[in-house]
């Protein structure tokens, strides 16, 4: 049997998204943001609301990061989600996190996330008290410690963390179960 619970935003699992600017004296500044994803192979969005000074610095800079929540970083991911740039000036080095500023846009990155996407704002819509940004990705900063052999991400190594809406709990990915565009073949 299902049961109909109305809507709820039950798409799993949801990224943690780290989304880092600069604010208009240079300040670094991080959002812990679950509603987002990637458009196509070059385009991401994400959607935050309008009272972040995450947001200002978006459509003062037209360009922000996106950094990758892993399980090693869960309590400064969390901690950058619930305490406002407005209200906490040092958030950054409260969480614990160093900056270098990147060198293909005005964004920082945090070296403690183990992924990094540099991004530049194509477009910014406004729906109701939320802002859908959709934006380039120009670059991916990656460490080491995250790579295989033939230079592509482990996930396991990786150990990124999602949201889940439900319990609001934070989660990592588990075990491979399968290979993508040849496991369906079977049923060819």
């Not at 619970?5 to 780290?18: A, D, Q, R, T, W």
């Not at 183990?114 to 008290?129: A, G, H, M, S």
Request: hydrophobic residues 40%.
């Amino acid at each position: 049997m299902k049961q109909n619970l109305g809507p709820k935003n039950f798409i799993y699992p949801l990224p943690v998204l780290i989304v880092g600017t600069y604010g208009e004296d240079g300040t670094p500044d991080a959002m812990n943001v679950a509603y987002g994803g990637i458009l196509n192979a070059a385009r991401l969005q994400i959607n935050i609301g309008v009272r972040h000074k995450t947001s200002d610095n978006i459509k003062l800079k037209k360009e922000f990061t996106v950094g990758i929540a892993d399980k090693a970083n869960l309590v400064p991911a969390d901690y950058v989600g619930i305490v406002s740039g407005h209200d906490t000036a040092d958030k950054i080095a409260k969480a614990g996190w160093h900056v270098t500023k990147s060198e293909n846009i005005d964004a920082p990155i945090f070296d403690e996330l183990p992924i990094t996407l540099e991004c530049r704002v194509e477009e910014i819509n406004q729906y109701d008290k939320t802002l859908r940004i959709v934006a380039e990705i120009v670059n991916a900063v990656v460490d080491d410690a995250v790579l295989d052999a033939d230079g592509n991400i482990d996930a396991d190594k990786l150990q990124a963390i999602s949201y889940d809406p439900s319990t609001k709990a934070y989660r990592i990915l588990g075990e491979k179960v399968g290979q993508a565009f040849a496991d369906g073949k079977a049923l060819g």
